[in-house]
């Protein structure tokens, strides 16, 4: 019954989500390959969300949080300056919080040749 | 697979649950069947909500800024304040101080507990997915399938009490025999609000046993169904024989009583795993 009931938890966990997905596009697109880094990157979210928190790796080695003080309502569309770490694969992962009160949180990547 | 904090969201939901129903439900079954001895009962569970309540609060906060700093983060906290979930953490600790307030004022006083209840129940209707949809008929079938799920929880531990004494056995079956009166419309009403929230979060047969969400209703719903084959044995069986004067009945009703808690608790279990970490069906 104990291994059933496991089985039946970790199955539903394999199909699950943490937390609603709720971002339409974003510019560079998601697993997108450029030529040149853009001076920053556009994110369109279904909704209006409060971005709380987001963090920017490159090439698995240097992470930093994006400064989000003038980023202080609630909206549809962000627009976040980059920096430039050099050619590789960055990953932007956000956090944030819907008009509805769900903690929101995603992860995409873009790769700079 | 959800991360820490993930996992304590969930713990603290199903504390959460546990909590607010088992201390409703005792005041609701204490006014209906006259219990004595049940302050501390729903003062304990009262006191588990209303930690639950704070503590899901702030680890919202945590998940806002992906690390234990935004537990106590006074901006993080302020802007959840200014929605639902904030509404719905003033709801719970109104609503669970005014039931504790309840049980010091005496007989009278288990009203004041029994509204109090009914606000902290209410806060359930403020966030979660039945929120999201934006409708009346389903935050009365949420409503009423809170209550009569805590009718049902919070009869259980002072009906074992009284049938764990050979002074009170009369007791416990003529309460036993006026619950099982009462649960002939609360547990119908149960299942049928409760397979109606489930059509319209689910909505069809496909996304019940495609989705995770839809697998963990089908788990949920075989718990209750267990559930219901105890509260048959009871209803059928134990308190008929325990009226009669078996005394290995008051025994088995016990057993019986102590295998439905473990089965609520797997439940109350399974709804924070639904209500926290999977995705409804699009």
């Known amino acids: 019954m104990k291994t059933l009931l496991l089985a039946g938890v970790i199955g539903i966990w394999a199909t699950a989500v943490m937390a609603h997905s709720p971002l339409e596009k974003t510019i560079p697109a998601n697993e997108a390959t450029i030529t040149q880094m853009p001076t920053e990157v556009l994110m369109d979210f279904k909704g209006d969300i409060r ?6 790796t490159h090439a698995d080695t240097h992470s930093m949080d994006m400064d989000l003080g003038e980023q202080t309502s609630f909206a549809q569309e962000f627009s976040l300056p980059m920096q430039d770490m050099g050619a590789g694969v960055y990953v932007v992962e956000w956090r944030g919080l819907g008009a509805d009160g769900h903690a929101l949180n995603g992860t995409f990547s873009f790769t700079v040749e | 697979m959800p991360d820490a904090f993930g996992l304590a969201a969930i713990v603290t939901k199903f504390a959460l649950y546990l909590g607010i129903m088992t201390s409703v439900g005792t005041v609701m079954a204490t ?42 983060d006074p901006e993080m906290l302020g802007l959840l304040w200014t929605t639902p979930v904030g509404t719905a953490l003033l709801l719970r600790l109104v609503g669970l101080s005014l039931l504790i307030l309840g049980v010091f004022l005496g ?33 009365i079938a949420l409503m009423l399938h809170l209550l009569a799920a805590a009718l049902w929880i919070g009869v259980l531990t002072p009906l074992r009490r009284l049938a764990s004494s050979i002074d009170t056995y009369a007791s416990a079956a003529d309460v036993g025999h006026r619950f099982g009166v009462v649960a002939s419309v609360t547990v119908p009403v149960l299942i049928i609000v409760g397979g109606y929230m489930g059509y319209h979060l689910v909505g069809s047969f496909l996304a019940l046993i495609g989705t995770g969400y839809g697998q963990g209703l089908i788990i949920k719903v075989v718990f209750v169904g267990g559930l219901l084959g105890l509260a048959a044995a009871n209803k059928l069986r134990f308190i008929p024989a325990l009226r009669a004067g078996d005394p290995a009945a008051a025994s088995h009703l016990s057993k019986s009583i102590s295998i439905e808690w473990l089965i609520i608790l797997a439940v109350l279990g399974m709804t924070a795993v639904l209500t926290s970490n999977l995705k409804l069906p699009t």
């Open chain 1, 51 to 56: 971005l709380t928190k987001v963090s920017i």
């Open chain 2, 31 to 72: 006014l209906m069947f006259r219990f004595d001895r049940t302050r501390s009962l729903v003062m304990g569970f009262a006191g588990l909500g209303l930690i639950a309540a704070m503590l899901a609060f702030s680890l919202r906060g945590a998940n806002l800024t992906g690390d234990i700093s935004g537990m106590m």
């Open chain 2, 107 to 139: 007989r009278a006083g288990l009203w004041i507990s029994l509204l109090g209840g009914a606000v902290a129940i209410w806060s359930f209707i403020q966030i979660g997915h039945i929120a999201g949809r934006d409708r009346t008929l389903l935050d």
